[in-house]
């Protein structure tokens, strides 16, 4: 037997490993076809320009849309903030309305935020218990000035599925546009804005297996043609919406990512799920443990678990240089503030600090799930073995009931 290799990542929906197929096809594109791919007069432009327009056509693939219809960014983050603004700015005419919801990826929030300063109405969505939005309240949230719905695909920290088919059409019935932060589903499940009728999506090479630095956002191009307002302004690259020197060793990983992604999701989705509810049984077997979000429509890589009477960064303590996971989304995890999501969700702070996300990847072996399985079940026993709260639950006595004393 080969010996476990320590430490084993669990982490995917913060990054992904680049690929090593995807790192073999974008190295001729640092050293020798190294060309600006705007520069039109020379063989080095034309070779740098040809590798982006191939790489957009397996990009554009991915998602069934026209590879005309891709915009490349640096990321997700420019590519929502790109949509949204560009968005405002195009149809302030039409009006200044946008709804979303409060469990978005912070790009969006933060976005959405910054846009209420300059005079846009946002409508932030509640969500119900399992992280899912009640589709009456967004068909009561519209109005007549509503430009856009701004609603991600798939959570970035409990894995739920939004209903995007039924939140299209009614974006579509009500005349406005929507728009879909793609960021953890692109590559993990089918996404295929034609048949679910997205308008404008995010999305990035560095979750599904491709190089960080380079993202993509999908802009409709007809029924409706969708226009948005450059956010970077300089040479009028990319049909003008995003202007800036192509990373094209970037831009060509992202493709080939893409590319491998369309031949393997079906399988590599079907074997982690089988590991994730493996992890899943297991852990709920500890005593007050549970999974948060629907498991009903989610992302088959992903759980979201909280281990009542333990604080889940106190719990990574135990086993953080062995297994690398997370509580909460990377991208806010600086603050020691209980995930927002989880909050939203109705979680207290107790519950929502004692969560951890496990997010499986192309590189999760059996063996990683059993040896992690033992190592998180120990460290929570151990954690509560040192917990007065959790040996008050075992008495019986109701937590919650309890008036703290005042200092």
Known sequence: MTQLQLPIYLDHSATTPTDPRVVEAMIPYFTQSFGNAASRNHPFGWK?????DYAREQVAKLINAN?????FTSGATEADNLGIKGVFEMYAR???HIITCETEHSAVLDTCRALEKRGAEVTYLKVNGDGTINLEELKAAFTDKTILVCLMFANNEVGIIHPIKEIAAMAREHKALFMTDGTQAVGKVPVDVQELGIDIMAFTAHKLYGPKGVGALYVRRKNPRVKVTAQVD???HERGMRSGTLNVPGIVGFGKACEICMQEMESEAARL???RDKLETELLKIEESVVNGTVDSRLPHLSNISFKFVEGEGLMMGFNQEIGVSSGSACTSASLEPSYVLKAMGLDDELAHSSIRFSLGRNTTEEQID???EKVSKAVQKMRDLSPLWEMHLDGIDISSIEWAEH
């Open 273 to 275: 799920s089988k590991l």
């Open 234 to 236: 300089g040479g009028g």
């Open 94 to 96: 039409k009006g200044n």
């Open 371 to 373: 040896y992690t399985i």
């Open 48 to 52: 740098a320009e040809e590798a982006v």
């Open 67 to 71: 590879p005309k219809e891709i915009i």
